[in-house]
Every structure is written in C-alpha cells, then in structure tokens.
C-alpha cells in the first residue's frame, strides 16, 4: 500500500536536441492523488483518489474498501512510515479489521511492490504526454490503474514480482 501524488504538470522523459525545443505544457499544479494497496498475486488494485490531501481518514477509507471484500484469508499491508499511515485511528482502525499493518524500515521504498508500479504509470501516463485538462490528466491516470490486471497484466506480470535481490555475503572492496 502506498500513495502517489501525480501533479498536472509537464512530466519530460528524455529531452536531447541541439536546437531549442519548446514544450506544451498545461498550466497550474493540480494534483492527482492515488493511495492504493495492490494484491501481490493477482496485481488487483484497490484505490483511494482525490485532490487535496491524503491523510489518516483517507487510509482508514482504503481499509474499510479492503474490509469489505470479504477475503477468507488473513490481509497483510505492506507500506512506508508516513506519518498519515503510522497515526493512532489508523492503527486503531487497522486492529479492529483484522488487518495486519507491516511497515518496511526506513529509506526503502524498493521493497514495496507498489512503488514499481507508480513507476510503471508515469511512464505509461507522464512521460513526454500532453493532457489538454485536469480531467482527461486524471482519466489517463484512472484508466491506467483500472488495467492492471487485464491490459497490462503482461507487463506488469514481469515487473510486480516477489523476487527481490538479496545479499546472502558481503563483498568488501579495499581501495
């Protein structure tokens, strides 16, 4: 589980060129916020959206939205320590679900698998693209999440795996 805050803003994949090149861009800093937990196996998504902020009240949202699929098996959330998912009501909330809270160790966002895919989306949605409004900026984004298991199931079956890198022995290099 995790948050993204995609900003209407221009999003530049690559730019190289040897002549001055002027790029569309929409104007204002609206922002787009998903928090969104995603099954490990089956790369369904459950999400949470709006424009202002997310907070405590918008991830006790997400835990009813998970409470309320009724799964015969025990839910494990896996997320980062921002404060608005580490709160009292959270946690409170959490406990009374029966859900599980399981916070990774600080400055490790890459063994959440959920930030693989707000990288997926950006550039699926971001990079190098031109929204006209707020509107179709936030459709792209919703339409993108909303195929993750079906459109981009293929692509994201190779990125969303359980395999994560280990290192069983260290390797020290003398200078």
Known sequence: MDAAHFVFAPFLGFVWCFTRLFVKAPTGRKRFNVLAALNAITHELITVT???YINGQSVCELLFALYTLNLEIPITLV??????QRCRIVQDL?????I???????????LNLIERL????KKQCLYAKYYEDFNAFKNAISTCLGQTD???RQALD??????FQTFD?????NP
């Open 94 to 98: 959490a406990a009374q679900l029966d």
């Open 50 to 52: 709006n424009q202002s």
């Open 169 to 173: 022995e260290s390797l020290f290099v």
């Open 150 to 152: 079906t459109t981009h």
């Open 79 to 84: 997320l980062d320590n921002a404060r608005y």
């Open 118 to 121: 707000w990288k997926f989306v």
């Open 158 to 163: 190779s990125l969303l795996t359980l395999r």
């Open 100 to 110: 599980e809270l399981l916070f990774l160790p600080a400055y490790s966002p890459n």
